[in-house]
């Protein structure tokens, strides 16, 4: 394939997986912005007044960037698991894999189409949480590349999640039993700094943290952990988990016999 | 004149012990109409899915139009089309987006796949229905679909894995008619199926597989010359009470209907005149039996089918 072959090829997945998510947007779209603005409700108004501050801004505008960001989260890797799975289980993904299209695009192509939602939604969440705190953004680039790496991070989680998934029950274990609880405890909430030591040195483990602590500087200009240690962490992961997905389509596991 | 399709030793081994094929040589000259024929279970769609890159190969080697898939893979797809057995696009999508998709993941730019989407969807009697759900497409149409969806990056070589499976004979036969089309048009085509008077209509070379082996590769003329005796049903204008005795076997269905062997070296002008003498007087007459259909049984079975076993 030349390369203007491999983009065109990259571009029908692309625009194959956003008219996919658009299409049941009432599945894809809007379940996570109702959820966030509850959270925005109940946290933000409700019982966040009587919390106080936290790490010196409003405990509504201390949440509410890892609130976006686990919206960012969830939803790219929802997207890629859901979709590659789907193509998997109805054997469509036949269609990609008997063509010419490089295993490297393919992943590429389901991670775009991941991180495009994660994105939306991010933004959609963004604009609801207007409604509810005087939204400042500190610093820009740190935002946007560190919610783009993300999503493509998490894209890439459920790609891997997609090709061991043998049955719809593989395909919600592990949001609900890893990625959840790893949010929850990322510190969306609370500043780790309010945690025993011990609890603090566990919570360094859990890759979320980084995210959320780097996200919430672009906002705020305040994090737990160094910027830099967090660029590391994310970068590494991405690097791992693409290595891994490539390995995995290149050997057929899961997808040829 | 390089071949279309090329194997030597291809063999495949399950992860679960199976041996789908034990090393199957097969040449497919460029432009052929070839059959791949063999009962459930004898590894056609084995070594379909090789050669189209579903299934891994445990041994042996592919040329597809002189490609090695070894060396160059993504080359020897792109010359390729494949309608699998079962349906496998995604039932949510139009027609429309299927094909012009297929289309894109060749690298041809959007114009130019929405316009051969169109040709091919039009050909196959599914315009009308190329912006409804795939999932609402009649057995018939969806099937169509899928050969549209093989077509539509032109391929060289097009493979149909039982591409008529469950078709009613009206559009079955109207299919045979496009690909007969395809196929004179210059692409090459390789059919399994079920229905043996489809392979014998369409293929002019055929090869037999069974238990993952090669049990029969030459052409169908010479396939069906093979078979010493056709059998046919003869409608009889009176009815026959006592059989007449003849050099072939005859034996009776019921009292208006015969059936009677008659060997390669007879002449059918014969046993009419032999039945003749006997005051028999026929209506009309049929084969028993596809051609095709006899020796098929005889390969597999190792009954010979009439014809010489050659496994």
């Known amino acids: ?257 | 004149m390089t071949n279309a399709l090329t194997t030597r030793r291809l063999a495949k081994t399950y992860g679960n012990g199976l041996t789908a094929l034990r090393g199957i040589d097969l040449d497919v000259a460029e432009g052929d109409f070839f059959a791949l024929l063999g009962p459930n279970g004898a590894g056609k769609s084995t070594a379909i899915g090789i050669i189209s890159s579903l299934i891994t190969k445990t041994d042996g080697r592919v040329w597809v139009f002189g490609i090695d898939v070894d060396v160059d893979f993504p080359a020897a797809k792109s010359l390729i089309g494949l309608v699998p057995q079962e349906i496998n696009f995604n039932l949510f999508e139009t027609p429309q987006q299927i094909v012009v998709n297929q289309a894109g993941y060749y690298g041809i730019p959007r114009r130019l796949a929405r316009n051969a989407a169109e040709r091919y969807l039009r050909q196959l009697g599914l315009w009308e229905k190329r912006n409804e759900r795939a999932r609402t497409l009649s057995g018939g149409m969806k099937r169509r679909l899928m050969i549209a969806r093989a077509l539509v990056h032109e391929p060289k070589l097009l493979i149909l894995d039982e591409p008529t499976a469950g078709v009613d004979i009206e559009i079955r036969r109207s299919m045979w008619e496009f690909l007969r089309a395809i196929n004179a048009a210059g692409t090459t085509i390789i059919l399994t199926t079920h229905y043996l008077e489809e392979a014998e209509s369409l293929c002019r070379n055929i090869a037999i597989i069974d238990h993952g082996q090669l049990v029969e590769n030459t052409n169908m003329k010479a396939l069906l010359a093979q078979l010493n005796t056709e059998t046919f049903v003869l409608d009889l204008i009176e009815a026959v009470d006592t059989l007449p005795v003849l050099e072939q076997r005859v034996a009776r269905i019921d009292r208006t209907t015969l059936e009677i062997d008659v060997t390669k070296d007879r002449n059918i002008n014969d046993v009419f005149a032999d039945l003749s003498a006997h005051g028999i007087k026929v209506k009309s007459m049929r084969n028993k039996a596809n051609r095709l259909e006899q020796l098929f049984i005889g390969l597999v079975n190792g009954t010979g089918g009439g014809a010489e076993n050659k496994r």
């Open chain 1, 1 to 257: 394939m030349t390369w203007r072959e491999k983009y065109i090829a990259f571009s029908t997945i692309v625009v194959k997986e956003i008219t996919r998510f658009a299409r049941i947007w009432m599945q894809t779209l809007l379940p996570p912005v109702i959820t966030t603005s509850l959270y925005f409700v109940i946290f933000g108004n409700l019982i966040g007044p009587r919390i106080g501050e936290m790490d010196g801004y409003r405990y509504m505008d201390f949440i509410v960037p890892g609130l976006i960001l686990m919206a960012v989260i969830t939803n790219s890797y929802a997207n890629v698991v859901s979709s590659f799975f789907g193509a998997k289980f109805q054997r469509f993904i036949e269609e990609l894999l008997i063509s010419p299209t490089p295993n490297y695009l393919i992943l590429l192509g389901y991670v775009t189409g991941g991180v495009v939602r994660g994105m939306i939604v991010g933004t959609i969440v963004t604009f609801v949480s207007l409604f509810f705190s005087d939204l400042q953004i500190h610093n820009l680039p740190v935002l946007i590349s560190i919610v783009v790496l993300t999503a493509v991070l998490f894209s890439l989680g459920g790609f891997i999640n997609a090709i061991f998934a043998r049955n719809f029950d593989d395909v919600s274990i592990v949001p609900t039993f890893i990625l959840t609880p790893l949010t929850y405890l990322g510190g969306i909430f609370y500043s780790i700094k309010l945690l025993p030591e011990f609890w603090q040195n566990i919570s360094l483990f859990n890759p979320i943290l980084y995210m959320i602590n780097a996200f919430r500087f672009g906002f705020l200009g305040v994090s737990d952990i160094d910027l830099w240690i967090s660029y590391s962490m994310i970068c590494t992961f991405i690097a791992v988990l693409f290595y891994l997905c490539l390995r995995l389509l290149n050997s057929g596991y899961g997808l040829r016999q």
